[in-house]
Nanobody, 124 residues
Framework: QLQLVESGGGLVQPGGSLRLSCAAS????????IGWFRQAPGKEREAVSC????????MYINSQKGRSTISRDNAENTVYLQISSLVPEDTAVYYC?????????????????WGQGTQVTVSS
């Protein structure tokens, strides 16, 4: 069983930045593709970004391109999502998810393991 724990959320002013972390334990982390998703109040969960198990290939939704950077440190069993130029529309609970695969997907049904989420609030 793979456990995922997100951290790094909080209250940020518009224009600010955050680095979210997704720490994994329980299984061989290097085998797992990681996705980041978010769910805003009253909205469906949507994909944000993805990084495959061995790195190198990443994906972002259009609203995050140029503002977000996903990376992973397999030695630390952690995936990071750096988001800059935050806007109120980025307010959401951010989740990371994992699947034992070398392929990236922005489809939440693709993933087998989920963290509990970390709240990001962008407000002045």
């Amino acid at each position: 069983q793979l456990q995922l724990v997100e951290s790094g959320g909080g209250l940020v002013q518009p224009g600010g930045s955050l680095r979210l972390s997704c720490a994994a334990s329980g299984l061989r982390f290097n085998d797992y593709t990681i996705g980041w998703f978010r769910q805003a109040p009253g909205k469906e969960r949507e994909a944000v970004s993805c990084i495959r198990s061995i790195g190198g290939i990443v994906m972002y939704i259009n609203s995050q391109k140029g503002r977000s950077t996903i990376s992973r440190d397999n030695a630390e069993n952690t995936v990071y999502l750096q988001i800059s130029s935050l806007v109120p529309e980025d307010t959401a609970v951010y989740y990371c998810a994992a699947r034992r695969s070398s392929f990236c997907s922005m489809n939440e049904e693709y993933y087998d393991y989920w963290g509990q989420g970390t709240q990001v609030t962008v407000s002045s």
